[in-house]
């Protein structure tokens, strides 16, 4: 019954590398979103998915940004060549939204957010 | 665009009263968010406030609305030490997507 959680809490990493983050949504939420925060900024939307599809792919930066959610439950946010300007806090969300509920309401679309993963490019 | 808008800082004495300002450009906007960020901690919501209100009130916290101005304002009653982090509005205008909009925070410092 736990909120949502991410793996791991923080990543250090060099520039050119590859690095997974992983997102643990709230028990039968089935609408996820991934958000980057960078330091002394608000959270900026990246993408969202309303059970395994990717509805809005919109704030990924480039082509090296990818994430899944195969079976509508964990996602990974997966970065490819790694820059240092991708470091970051990478936070996610989770909401009810789509299982009932109309949109425009607090109690389905409400997010949820897990402490985030830091990452680190050196 | 899609700017929200926040004072940067703000220092107040425990006790006093805190009152935290936000500006967004969308009068589409569905929601609008008062989330708490503590150091090293995720986002914690707050309150929210539904678009055809003005006010909302929830314990020691008030929320008001002007739509006309596009101005959102969070009043924090009798602050206390606990309360020192980093406040985000953020705007939710529904649809499709239902992303949030969040402005660049506002570190409120509470002085014992």
């Known amino acids: 019954g736990a909120g949502v ?7 250090v990493t060099e520039k050119g590398k590859y690095v997974e983050l992983r997102c643990d949504p709230i028990s039968g939420h ?31 930066p480039n082509d090296r940004f ?8 964990v996602s990974t946010l997966k970065i490819q060549r790694t820059e240092r300007g991708d470091s970051a806090v990478y936070l996610c ?9 109309l949109a425009g309401n607090p109690s389905t679309d409400t997010q949820y957010f897990g402490p985030g993963t830091r990452l680190t490019v050196l | 665009g899609e700017d929200v808008e926040q004072s940067l800082f703000l220092s107040v004495r425990e006790g006093d009263s805190s009152v935290i300002n936000c500006t967004y450009t969308d009068s589409s906007s569905t929601y609008l968010y008062w989330y708490k960020q503590e150091p090293g901690a995720g986002l914690q919501l707050l309150t929210y406030i539904f678009s055809n209100m003005d006010m909302k009130q929830d ?7 002007n739509k006309k101005d596009k101005h959102l304002s969070l009043r924090i009653a009798d602050t206390q030490t606990g309360d020192s982090a980093i406040y985000f509005c953020a705007e939710s ?9 969040f402005g660049t925070g506002t570190l409120l410092a509470v002085q014992p």
């Open chain 1, 5 to 11: 959680s991410q793996t791991p809490s923080n990543k």
């Open chain 2, 59 to 65: 314990q020691r916290l008030t929320v008001l609305l």
């Open chain 1, 93 to 101: 969300a989770s909401s009810l939204r789509g299982r009932t509920g």
């Open chain 1, 66 to 73: 990818f994430a899944v959610r195969p079976e509508g439950s």
């Open chain 2, 93 to 101: 205008r529904g649809g499709a997507t239902n992303k949030l909009i």
């Open chain 1, 30 to 60: 089935t609408a996820l979103y991934w958000y980057r925060q960078s330091l002394g900024q608000g959270p900026e939307f990246l993408i969202y998915f309303q059970g395994t599809g990717a509805a809005d792919d919109s704030g990924l």
